[in-house]
C-alpha cells in the first residue's frame, strides 16, 4: 500500500526550533516529489514548497522562502519540514503529499495524515 | 502570487450537478493542464479527485468531471449525494514553477 506517515502532533513556544517528518513507502520514494501543503485553523490549503528526493531539488513558495526548511533523506525514505524559530502564527495542520510529475509539480495524489504543530506561551 | 478565485459556497440538492469555478490567469490554469482538485471532509486530509483538468484517479467516482477554457477551470458533480458535502479545492503549477491553490469552496447538500 503506497502510503505516507507523518510524525505526531506538536505543542512548542515561540522562538523554539521544530522539524516534522513524512515517511513514505509502498513505492519508490526517489521519484516522486513530495510537498508540504499548510491548513491554518479554519482556513485553506497553502503550498509551502516541495522537493525531488532523488536529487533534492527544492521549490518553495514566496510566502514561505527563508521561512522553513524543507529537507530529504531518501536512505530511510523521509521528508522534513523544519523551522528555526516559530511563531505563534505558525499553529496550523501540515500536510505532506506526493506529487505526480517529474519536471512539473503535478497533482498530490497520497497525503499524509497531518501534524498538527501549536505554538502557544 | 493570488490565490486562485473559487466561490466561497454553491449547493445543491440530491440528484442534481453542480459546478465550481476556479479561476486563474495567464500565468496558471491559463497555459498549463495541470490543473487538480481535492475534495476535503472536516478533519480528514485532503484527497485527489480530478488531476490534469479532466484526469479521474482510480476510485473516484465519474459522477465528478473536469474541464477548463482560458483562465477558468472546473469542476462538476453530477447526481448530488450527501456524501458529496465537502470543502474542494483547486489548484494549479504555475510559470514560476510553484503551486497555487484556489481559495476553497464549500458544498452544501440541502
Known amino acids: 500500500e503506497v502510503q505516507l506517515v507523518q510524525s505526531g502532533a506538536e505543542v512548542k513556544k515561540p522562538g523554539e526550533s521544530l522539524k516534522i517528518s513524512c515517511k513514505g513507502s509502498?513505492?519508490?520514494?526517489?521519484?516522486?516529489?513530495i510537498g508540504w501543503v499548510r491548513q491554518m485553523p479554519g482556513k485553506g490549503l497553502e503550498w509551502m514548497g516541495s522537493?525531488?528526493?532523488?536529487?533534492?531539488?527544492?521549490r518553495y513558495s514566496p510566502s514561505f522562502q527563508g521561512q522553513v526548511t524543507i529537507s530529504a533523506d531518501k536512505s530511510i525514505s523521509t521528508a522534513y519540514l523544519q523551522w528555526s524559530s516559530l511563531k505563534a502564527s505558525d499553529t496550523a495542520m501540515y500536510y505532506c503529499a506526493r506529487q505526480l510529475g517529474y519536471g512539473v509539480l503535478d497533482a498530490f495524489d497520497i497525503w499524509g495524515q497531518g501534524t498538527m504543530v501549536t505554538v502557544s506561551s | 502570487q493570488s490565490a486562485l478565485t473559487q466561490p466561497a459556497s454553491v449547493s445543491g440538492s440530491p440528484g442534481q450537478s453542480i459546478t465550481i469555478s476556479c479561476t486563474g490567469t495567464?500565468?496558471?490554469?491559463?497555459?498549463?493542464?495541470?490543473v487538480s482538485w481535492y475534495q476535503q471532509h472536516p478533519g480528514k486530509a485532503p484527497k485527489l479527485m480530478i488531476y490534469?483538468?479532466?484526469n479521474r484517479p482510480s476510485g473516484v467516482s465519474n459522477r465528478f468531471s473536469g474541464s477548463k477554457s482560458g483562465n477558468t477551470a472546473s469542476l462538476t458533480i453530477s447526481g448530488l449525494q450527501a456524501e458529496d458535502e465537502a470543502d474542494y479545492y483547486c489548484s494549479s503549477y504555475t510559470s514560476s514553477s510553484t503551486v497555487l491553490f484556489g481559495g476553497g469552496t464549500k458544498l452544501t447538500v440541502l
Open positions: 522537493i525531488y528526493p532523488g536529487d533534492s531539488d527544492t
Open positions: 490534469e483538468v479532466s
Open positions: 509502498g513505492y519508490s520514494f526517489t521519484s516522486y516529489w
Open positions: 495567464i500565468s496558471d490554469v491559463g497555459v498549463y493542464n495541470y
